[in-house]
């Protein structure tokens, strides 16, 4: 792309963006222009229930007020540069922000339902070893307004505005599993999601939406206690050796500290217990050892399992544990008395798998990272087999 393509692209738009406003601080643009607070409730009521992209769609408003909001504010979603369609049905967009920046957002439907799964940033700090977002260095937090704004395009594409109050919607569920590490970028997230569950508008209750982390001990605490969604922890590995390896978050947060967050968490119960994603990596995490491991460490959680074939994505060095492998190792969960599902890939055609997404702002090269993680998932196994032997 010519550095002038690329200036192309970046927004001039000066006007306030009203969708990702909190309800305060649309309740205050509006004070601030004059208005009284029952037109903010109209006009949130436009933009989240309707589905309103713009003030002239706002029939119930004067032409006046609707030329002077016009002239202050605008309703904009992020664009889609590209929209992709699965052979399984899963669809994924490549969203494209004011500055030109991207990410993805992927929805995933089952027959008569489904989960938008939803991006926090562009690129990730973080650098698990096994995930493609991991090799993108993090380029920004998305605001309130791109992350809502995601759910509105999906919306957008399935045409489900206004907001079906029947419940039975095809984007029923909200996924926080796309790029980036939503807990470190709390407030924007924790924004986006109160306007998301808002009653009066897209209305995705909490029960339908899960925050997925890669574990971020202190901010698991705030989300449990503002915003109470369903926790999926990434655990990926028993032990400390092996998750310091292969997820470097693990030397802050060790496990004994983020066991006992997820102990802590609000409304965790056997009724709504929270999920442990653990991706299968051939000899590095999957043996009945690693499984027995598993047992020990979660045993006094409230919790189920969500086990993740390993998606491969250009230049990865790990490969998918084996199918039989998988199922001794979800039978072993299963006979300790959990539930342990062994998640279905989806969309791997067009990359919109768990790990696949990425955006074209490169960290390390695909050599140097597929070294790298070579190494390390050498590392790891020696550890593992050193531990075990001795015991
Ligand atoms: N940053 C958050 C949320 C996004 S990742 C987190 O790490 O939890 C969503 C899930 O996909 C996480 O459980 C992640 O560990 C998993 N994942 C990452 N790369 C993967 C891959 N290549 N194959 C399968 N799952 C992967
Ligand atoms: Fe970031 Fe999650 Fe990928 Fe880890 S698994 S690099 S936290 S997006």
Redesign the pocket.
């Given at each position: 792309m010519s550095p002038d393509s690329a200036r192309a692209e970046v927004s001039t738009e000066t006007r306030t963006n009203l969708v990702g406003l909190s309800r305060a601080a649309l309740g205050e643009a509006f004070a601030a222009l004059g208005e009284k607070p029952f037109r903010a409730k109209q006009v949130w009521h436009w933009i989240y229930h309707r589905g309103a992209r713009d003030f002239a769609a706002m029939t119930d408003l004067s032409k006046d007020l609707r030329a002077k909001l016009e002239n202050h504010f605008v309703v904009a979603r992020p664009t889609v540069a590209r929209e992709q369609t699965s052979t399984d049905r899963t669809r994924k967009w490549l969203v494209q922000f004011d500055d030109g920046q991207k990410a993805e957002t992927v929805f995933i439907p089952e027959d008569d339902r489904g989960a938008v799964c939803v991006s926090s940033?562009v690129g990730?700090?973080?650098?698990?070893r096994?995930?493609?977002?991991?090799t993108q260095r993090l380029v920004r937090n998305l605001t309130p307004a791109e992350i809502v704004g995601q759910f509105m395009l999906a919306r957008d594409s399935y045409g489900e505005w206004p907001t079906p109050t029947d419940e039975r919607r095809m984007l029923s569920n909200i996924v926080m599993m796309g790029?980036?590490?939503p807990l470190y970028n709390f407030d924007n997230v924790a924004t986006a999601l109160k306007i998301i569950m808002a009653n009066d508008g897209i209305a995705v209750g909490k029960r339908r939406i899960t925050l997925?982390?890669?574990g971020v001990v202190p901010e698991i605490r705030r989300c449990g206690a503002e915003l109470g969604v369903n926790l999926a922890i990434?655990l990926h590995a028993p032990d400390d050796d092996t998750r310091s390896v292969i997820?470097p978050?693990n030397k802050k947060y060790p496990l004994k500290e983020l066991m006992q967050a997820c102990r802590d968490y609000p409304g965790a119960s056997n009724a709504r217990r929270i999920t442990f994603e653990y991706v299968m990596l051939k000899g590095l995490n999957d043996t009945p050892a690693h499984a027995r491991a598993l047992i020990k460490l979660v045993k006094d959680i409230p919790c189920k399992f969500n086990l993740i074939p390993f998606n491969p994505w250009p230049g990865t060095p790990y490969e998918c544990s084996d199918a039989a492998t998988i199922d001794s190792f979800a039978q072993t969960l299963w006979d300790a008395g959990f539930t342990a599902p062994i998640r279905t890939p989806r969309g791997r055609d067009i990359l919109a798998a768990c790990?696949q997404?990425k955006t074209d702002s490169e960290r390390l090269s695909a050599k140097e990272s597929r070294e790298r993680a070579a190494a390390e998932a050498e590392a790891a196994k020696v550890m593992w087999a050193e531990k075990e032997s001795s015991v």
């Open positions: 940033q990730c700090t973080l650098t698990c096994f995930c493609h977002t991991g790029m980036g590490e997925s982390t890669s990434s997820m978050i790990g997404l």
